[in-house]
């Protein structure tokens, strides 16, 4: 089994920086793959940002390309997602998910993983 802690969300102004974090416990194999949703009031949930093990591989939704980082420590099983240059159409819950190997042109699909954290609020203030 496999858990998901986010920490790092706030309260920031527009133009500013936030670093998330995601803490996963269970089988590495199970974590292979990490994403990082969010969610608006309102709206679905999206994706934001995806990596694979090696961390060579990185996947990101066109409306934070530029933006955002995610980037990976193995040793500590911890994703992180840098978050800057934010702007108030940013703010929502972000959650981390995780799951085995799966094909790249699924990494942005909800349903392509098995575990999801709790969720972190990130709001961003104009």
């Known amino acids: 089994q496999v858990h998901l802690v986010e920490s790092g969300g706030g309260l920031v102004q527009a133009g500013g920086s936030l670093r998330l974090s995601c803490a996963a416990s269970g089988p590495t194999f199970s974590t292979y793959t990490r994403g990082w949703f969010r969610q608006a009031p309102g709206k679905e949930r999206e994706f934001v940002a995806a990596i694979r093990w090696s961390g060579g591989s990185t996947y990101y939704a066109d409306s934070v390309k530029g933006r955002f980082t995610i980037s990976r420590d193995n040793a500590k099983n911890t994703v992180y997602l840098q978050m800057n240059s934010l702007k108030p159409e940013d703010s929502a819950v972000y959650y981390c998910?995780?799951?085995?190997?799966?094909?790249?042109?699924?990494?942005?699909?909800?349903?392509?993983?098995?575990?999801w954290g709790q969720g972190t609020q990130v709001t961003v203030s104009s």
């Open positions: 998910s995780a799951a085995g190997p799966v094909p790249a042109q699924i990494v942005g699909v909800m349903s392509t993983y098995d575990y």
